[in-house]
């Protein structure tokens, strides 16, 4: 425990002194809404946070040293008892598997979670999974357990990270499933995200939430996600990509590029998504949210490019399901087909807002790669969202 509590120590330090919240001016990154837009049509949570599905938990190991090592690992709890004595319905859905995902034949199988969802880097599946494996073995209850299933998923964040020196251990995995609590979820250039870029800018961990209204069930779904890819960022419709000059395969329209290479690899990557609701919901309809998560994704310029590896995995908190099971049968409450529409609405406004927050509020990096890579500059942002505002703007 000591152990464990020197590590937990150590990633506060790296995260709040060694990669601040603040721009090159020393200001505060601001989330999407800071900035005066809200995607989509449906309200978000009190916390805008995958964390606003009660119970639900979230936790970073962000790992700076030196100036190769910059990658991380985030680990989403669905409650905080026994997940393997207490599983929760769930679902995954590859969009296009171009990645590492571990344990996902089982969840689609069976339809359940039974551990902690951690995120890290390609080349720390296996040392996520082991440790996954020894910490779900290790909580009380579950001395005769003989099979787990660890969830892991993954991005490449070979660009900024010295990923062939595999920083990540056991130890900081079972840090950021130990550290994992309600509340705000830190955000951008941390945990799993502290390495990653998308849209040729620094990209990380980013979260949002819809809250539905009373008429249409009052649940709430929760996205969280690693972002790591290309294409052409849009933001509520303002063309920001095109206004930057930072586009998919921009080297090639100007003539300097096969038009089939991406420049500098910048389009490939990944995003990992994580789905959480409270809605009584069948594994199933959690693996419809899943597919329709992809749309959020697409909403903010992804294209899914050949190398992206884009995965969800979605899960509710209601109806757990006992290992030990009191009886052949169970009953349980679970919402018609009919009545899930609302919470694929939700799903895709989510993600396109976590994706969002990821960019806004991820800060200037600098690995071990010849450059760094920079955060999203705010102020061509502002001024679009001002000629918006005016009527001037381009918004098509």
Same mark, same amino acid.
């Given at each position: ?23 090159? &001016? ?13 995607? #989509? ?11 606003? +599905? ?37 679902? +995954? ?5 171009? #990645? ?10 069976? #339809? ?12 720390? @599946? ?25 969830? @892991?998923?993954?991005?490449?964040? /070979? =660009? ?20 994992? *609590? ?5 955000? /951008?250039? @941390?945990?799993?995200? %502290? ?23 009052? =649940? ?23 206004? @930057? ?10 003539? #300097?590029?096969?038009?089939? %290479?991406?420049?500098? /690899? ?12 409270? *809605? ?5 309809? $959690? ?17 899914? &490019? ?16 006992? =290992? ?7 009953? +349980?409450? $679970? ?10 609405? *939700?799903?895709?406004? *989510? ?7 990821? $960019? ?32 001037? /703007?381009?918004?098509?």
């Amino acid at each position: 425990m000591l152990k464990r509590l020197v590590v937990l120590l150590t990633v506060l330090v790296g995260s709040s002194i060694l990669l601040p919240d603040l721009d090159a &001016h020393g200001d505060a990154r601001p989330r999407l809404r800071q900035l005066g837009i809200a995607t #989509g049509v449906l309200q978000p949570g009190p916390l805008n946070a995958i964390t606003d +599905v009660r119970g639900v938990r979230v936790g970073h190991t962000t790992l700076v040293v030196g100036e190769a090592v910059r990658t991380g690992v985030t680990a989403i709890l669905p409650h905080g008892g026994n997940l393997f004595q207490e599983k929760v319905p769930a679902a +995954v859905f590859a969009a296009n598997a171009f #990645g590492k995902a571990a344990g996902f034949l089982q969840v689609k199988e069976l #339809g359940t979670l039974e551990t902690p969802i951690v995120l890290t880097n390609t080349l720390c @599946v296996g040392t996520a999974m082991q440790a996954v494996v020894d910490w779900t073995l290790a909580q009380p209850g579950n001395e005769a357990v003989r099979s787990v299933n660890a969830v @892991v998923g993954e991005t490449n964040d /070979g =660009y900024l990270n010295d990923i062939r020196h595999c920083a990540v251990t056991a130890e900081h995995v079972a840090a950021a499933i130990e550290g994992a *609590a309600t509340g705000p979820v830190e955000e /951008g250039s @941390v945990g799993a995200g %502290t390495g990653t870029s998308a849209f040729g800018w620094k990209g990380g961990i980013g979260t949002s939430s819809r809250a539905l209204p009373e008429t249409l069930g009052g =649940y709430t779904v929760g996205a969280l996600v690693q972002s790591n890819f290309g294409g052409v960022l849009t933001i509520d419709g303002l063309r920001v990509g095109e206004r @930057v000059g930072r586009i998919a395969f921009q080297d090639a329209w100007r003539g #300097g590029r096969d038009a089939l %290479t991406p420049p500098g /690899g910048e389009d490939d990557g990944s995003c990992m998504i994580v789905l959480a609701t409270d *809605a009584p919901v069948s594994p199933h309809h $959690l693996e419809r949210m899943a597919r329709r998560a992809v749309m959020g994704l697409a909403r903010t310029g992804s294209f899914m &490019h050949h190398g992206s590896g884009d995965f969800v995995v979605a899960f509710s908190t209601r109806n757990p399901e006992p =290992y030990r099971k009191p009886a052949p049968t169970a009953t +349980v409450e $679970l919402l018609y087909g009919d009545s899930v529409s609302p919470l694929f609405l *939700a799903t895709v406004e *989510a993600v396109e807002e976590a994706v969002l927050n990821s $960019l806004l509020r991820a800060t200037t990096v600098k690995g071990h790669g010849p450059h760094p890579v920079e955060a999203l500059p705010l102020e061509p942002l502002r001024q679009m969202i001002e000629e918006r505002r005016k009527g001037s /703007g381009r918004e098509s």
